[in-house]
């Protein structure tokens, strides 16, 4: 099973800083294959980011995601309010889906 | 418009089986590249995947469960059912539905409900 971590645990920034995250996998990881997903306190997981640079639909591009093999990066460009909450990233492969801890992008 | 609905018990004691179902509406479990699963996180901490069912009805498990769990679905029904055998404390947690489109977004979770909690306790 492949192990997905994600650094730092805990990002402290201001509005309009830029946001980047990352997520480092045990082993490779097809790129068609990592998503990220932004949840907020109380409220189900919302697909940010698939197929490792692909934003879903909806998602301002402000988020971008970049990285192959077994590096990864969530960035987003200018925090605004409403992007405080935890992102996970997540992988396919070998028919099992995995999850990273979580980093939690906080108010400073 | 794409939904999903968890629903089950609310509390369950340990060593009880654990029957959750999700209703969906707008898309159809027997269309190719449809797939639903579950996934679920405990209080305060990260997502774990636990199971998915495809428009094909294979099944895939989370190796770490898998002997506990068992995944179906009625298509007339639109709905997936999830049972998890043997409830210990430690399965306290939201227990979410997600719809994976492989179409629409290869195999992320693009759609999820809205969560449903279940306490394991005496």
């Known amino acids: 099973e492949i192990v997905l971590t994600q650094s730092p645990g805990t990002l402290s920034l201001s509005p309009g800083e830029r946001a980047t995250l990352s997520c480092r996998a045990s082993?490779?990881?097809?790129?068609?294959?990592l998503a990220w997903y932004q949840q907020k306190p109380g409220q189900a997981p919302r697909l940010l980011i698939y197929?490792?640079?692909s934003r879903a639909t909806g998602i301002p591009d402000r988020f971008s995601g970049s990285g192959s093999g077994t590096d990864f990066t969530l960035t987003i460009s200018r925090l605004e309010p409403e992007d405080f909450a935890v992102y996970y990233c997540?992988?396919?492969?070998?028919?099992?889906?995995?999850f990273g801890q979580g980093t939690k992008v906080e108010i400073k | 418009q794409v939904t999903l609905r968890e629903s089950g018990p609310a509390l369950v004691k340990p060593t009880q089986t654990l029957t959750l179902t999700c209703t969906f509406s707008?898309?159809?479990?027997?269309?190719?590249?449809?797939?639903v699963s579950w996934i679920r996180q405990p209080p305060g901490k990260a997502l774990e995947w636990l199971a998915l069912?495809?428009?094909?009805?294979?099944?895939y498990y989370s190796t770490s469960l898998k002997t506990r769990l068992t995944i179906s679905k009625d298509t007339s029904k639109n709905q997936v059912v999830l049972t998890m055998t043997n409830m210990d404390p430690v399965d306290t947690a939201t227990y979410y539905c997600?719809?994976?489109?492989?179409?629409?977004?290869?195999?992320?979770?693009?759609?999820w409900g809205q969560g449903t909690m279940v306490t394991v306790s005496s």
């Open positions: 069912i495809d428009w094909d009805d294979d099944k």
């Open positions: 707008g898309f159809s479990l027997s269309t190719s590249g449809m797939c």
């Open positions: 082993q490779s990881v097809s790129s068609s294959y």
């Open positions: 997600a719809r994976t489109s492989i179409a629409a977004a290869l195999n992320a979770f693009d759609i």
């Open positions: 197929g490792a640079s």
């Open positions: 997540q992988q396919y492969g070998s028919s099992a889906w995995t």
